[in-house]
């Protein structure tokens, strides 16, 4: 009869130390009692009762998913692949385990969706600029429906994006043709302040016979700095020189 009893204990001691669990700080851990939720477990060592209850641990840190390239048409009909990053992470334990089946296929299929989604509305130049505020859209539109299944979406990012070859030509040729008509504006911007500048002179040398003499001379001194001989007659008005 003892020995049945030593033989029980130890089957009981080894069925409680079965169900000693250690959850970490980062995670959340849900009980489980015959399939019904009946609590959530604090960090530390804990016990259940293995084949009546059941642990699920959620891992709350942020996490980063990649969304695999997808091509996406832009609302001026232009082809592109686009790369982006989502940035979230779980905050209500219950709604992540209960409202859906994989949250994390969830999130990343929505993202998908409503990238293109927004992308398709959205130019592509606009697209190309103000890509930030594009991500921002996606991220506002992913988080109303992310909210359910108990995550938040911290931050998505377009990593990059990728146009048809003949597209990129294109461009190249547009930005050079911005290049050269900057080009264009800012020396004829710059002729007309130098005549500005130039028709002012003239006018100051004109009332002041003094300073038409020391510009005489300083022109005079110029050309003898070469090997040419040139001779003046100084007597003669400067504007016969």
Same mark, same amino acid.
């Given at each position: 009869?003892?020995?049945?009893?030593?033989?029980?204990?130890? !089957?009981?001691?080894?069925?409680?130390?079965?169900?000693?669990?250690? &959850?970490?700080?980062?995670?959340? /851990? %849900?009980?489980?009692?015959?399939?019904? +939720?009946?609590?959530?477990?604090?960090?530390?060592?804990? +016990?259940?009762?293995?084949?009546?209850?059941?642990?699920?641990? &959620?891992?709350?840190?942020?996490?980063?998913?990649? %969304? !695999?390239?997808?091509?996406?048409?832009?609302?001026?009909?232009?082809?592109?692949?686009?790369?982006?990053?989502? @940035? @979230?992470?779980?905050?209500?334990?219950? =709604?992540?385990?209960?409202?859906?089946?994989? @949250?994390?296929? /969830?999130? =990343?299929?929505?993202?998908?969706?409503? !990238?293109?989604?927004?992308?398709?509305?959205?130019?592509?130049?606009? !697209?190309? #600029?103000?890509?930030?505020?594009?991500?921002? =859209?996606?991220?506002?539109?992913?988080?109303?429906?992310?909210?359910?299944?108990?995550?938040?979406?911290?931050?998505?990012?377009?990593?990059? &994006?990728?146009?048809?070859?003949?597209?990129?030509?294109? %461009?190249?040729?547009?930005?050079?043709?911005?290049?050269?008509?900057? @080009?264009?504006?800012?020396?004829?911007? /710059?002729?007309?302040?130098? #005549?500005?500048?130039?028709?002012?002179?003239?006018?100051? %040398?004109?009332?002041?016979?003094?300073?038409?003499?020391?510009?005489?001379?300083? /022109?005079?001194?110029? +050309?003898?700095?070469?090997?040419?001989?040139?001779?003046?007659?100084?007597? =003669?008005?400067?504007?016969d020189v």
């Amino acid at each position: 009869m003892s020995l049945v009893l030593v033989l029980l204990a130890a !089957l009981l001691v080894t069925y409680l130390l079965s169900g000693l669990r250690q &959850i970490n700080q980062w995670e959340a /851990a %849900l009980r489980f009692t015959l399939g019904k +939720l009946t609590g959530r477990v604090s960090p530390g060592v804990t +016990l259940f009762l293995p084949g009546i209850q059941e642990l699920r641990r &959620i891992d709350t840190r942020m996490k980063n998913r990649d %969304l !695999l390239q997808q091509m996406v048409i832009t609302r001026d009909n232009v082809t592109t692949m686009v790369d982006a990053v989502v @940035y @979230y992470r779980v905050v209500d334990p219950e =709604k992540a385990t209960l409202a859906v089946e994989n @949250y994390e296929t /969830a999130m =990343k299929d929505r993202a998908k969706v409503v !990238l293109r989604d927004v992308v398709g509305e959205t130019r592509l130049d606009e !697209l190309l #600029a103000h890509r930030e505020e594009v991500a921002a =859209k996606v991220r506002a539109q992913v988080e109303a429906v992310a909210a359910a299944w108990g995550l938040h979406v911290e931050m998505i990012g377009l990593q990059d &994006i990728a146009l048809p070859p003949q597209m990129q030509e294109v %461009l190249a040729k547009g930005a050079i043709a911005e290049r050269d008509r900057r @080009y264009v504006v800012i020396k004829s911007e /710059a002729d007309v302040e130098s #005549a500005k500048n130039f028709a002012e002179a003239a006018s100051i %040398l004109a009332r002041s016979p003094g300073a038409m003499e020391l510009r005489r001379f300083e /022109a005079l001194a110029n +050309l003898s700095q070469g090997n040419t001989k040139v001779i003046f007659d100084l007597a =003669k008005p400067y504007d016969d020189v």
